[in-house]
């Protein structure tokens, strides 16, 4: 899949990168933001992953945040793969947030159809990834039938 980035796409991860993003604009639609352009730029999910996560916790500690959530974090990087890899025709960022409402939604949160509230919020589920406990999450690997 060819990378498709706008100048603004640009933008956002290097003021995300350089922990000068405004810490009002590190919404639920950023980090999808900055997951769906971090999977998009690499050819494997585990060093996009491990990217993703990283980034989080270096702006969190630069902006003083303590709400990094591992399992959060890990899933719903997983939802984007899948929704990114099930549908190819989606090649820029503003056709992906367009196409995935249900994952930008904030009432009801998507997570909810895959984890409890109890589960997400213990102390476990945010420092490891915790696997769903009420739907497994979608499969994803079975779409890599062609170069991503």
């Not at 990168?17 to 950023?30: D, G, P």
């Not at 989606?90 to 249900?102: G, I, P, S």
């Not at 159809?113 to 999450?137: G, I, V």
Request: include cysteine; hydrophobic fraction near 40%; aromatic fraction near 10%.
């Amino acid at each position: 899949m060819s990378l498709h980035r706008s100048h603004d796409d640009e933008k956002f991860l290097a003021a995300f990168a350089a922990c000068t993003l405004q810490r009002s604009a590190w919404t639920h639609s950023a980090h999808i933001r900055m997951a769906w352009l971090q999977l998009q730029n690499c050819e494997a999910f585990d060093p996009a992953l491990q990217r993703i996560k990283r980034s989080i916790q270096v702006y969190n500690a630069a902006s003083a945040s303590n709400g990094y959530h591992e399992t959060i974090t890990v899933a719903f990087t997983h939802l984007i793969q899948y929704r990114r890899l099930s549908d190819r025709s989606v090649r820029t960022y503003e056709k992906f947030f367009l196409a995935n409402a249900d994952l930008f939604a904030k009432t009801p949160p998507l997570l909810r159809n895959h984890y409890s509230e109890e589960l997400l919020n213990t102390p476990a589920a945010r420092s490891q990834f915790l696997a769903p406990d009420l739907k497994a999450l979608p499969i994803w690997q079975h779409l890599l039938g062609s170069p991503v």
